[in-house]
């Protein structure tokens, strides 16, 4: 199994495989709107807008699991893109840790082991993901989105 055999659904409900992005080089970030480190959506928005023609996508997938989230993914997705000016591709509301955890993060955090081994500490936690689809590195909550950018350029 690779992270190209998985699916997720993004912010308006419609489910799609992430073998969508094979060849890019992904940075996956569980957010959270209502999180003190939601400013950290300028600053990946930054990094998406300048790297974007070179392959990197950015993933936000708002989880309330730290109940610091909006009601849905979509209410989530429009207070990024109003507040933020966000336009990476948002999904719905997911469960980053536990047995309910999305598969995804599941499969990233068994590939990528943090502080709390398995487990997601935070919002805002990042995944890299090269163009193969292998997680390469794991970035904490607080890593600023600017501190990521020559980690990323490597795999660009």
Same mark, same amino acid.
């Given at each position: 199994?690779?992270?190209?055999?998985?699916?997720v659904t993004n912010e308006k409900g419609e489910s799609y495989p992430?073998?969508?992005?094979?060849?890019?080089?992904?940075?996956?970030?569980?957010?959270?709107?209502?999180?003190?480190?939601?400013?950290?959506?300028?600053?990946?928005?930054? *990094?998406?807008?300048?790297?974007? #023609?070179?392959?990197?996508v950015i993933l936000g997938f708002p989880s309330d699991q730290f109940?610091?989230?909006?009601?849905?993914?979509?209410?989530?997705?429009?207070?990024?893109? *109003?507040?933020?000016?966000?336009?990476?591709?948002?999904? #719905?509301?997911?469960?980053?840790?536990?047995?309910?955890?999305?598969?995804?993060?599941?499969?990233?955090?068994?590939?990528?082991?943090?502080?709390?081994?398995?487990?997601?500490?935070?919002?805002?936690?990042?995944?890299?993901?090269?163009?193969?689809?292998?997680?390469?590195?794991?970035?904490?909550?607080?890593?600023?989105?600017?501190? *990521?950018?020559? #980690?990323?350029?490597?795999?660009?």
């Open positions: 199994m690779n992270i190209y055999d998985l699916s992430l073998k969508r992005y094979q060849g890019k080089i992904l940075l996956i970030v569980n957010t959270a709107t209502k999180c003190g480190l939601a400013g950290q959506f300028i600053g990946l928005e930054e *990094l998406y807008k300048k790297h974007r #023609e070179r392959g990197l109940k610091q989230e909006l009601s849905s993914g979509d209410e989530a997705a429009q207070s990024c893109r *109003l507040t933020y000016g966000v336009t990476f591709p948002m999904h #719905e509301l997911v469960k980053v840790n536990g047995k309910h955890a999305h598969p995804l993060f599941k499969y990233l955090t068994q590939q990528s082991k943090g502080l709390l081994g398995k487990n997601v500490k935070w919002n805002f936690t990042k995944f890299l993901v090269d163009r193969h689809g292998n997680v390469v590195k794991r970035f904490s909550p607080t890593d600023q989105p600017s501190k *990521l950018e020559n #980690e990323i350029i490597k795999y660009l």
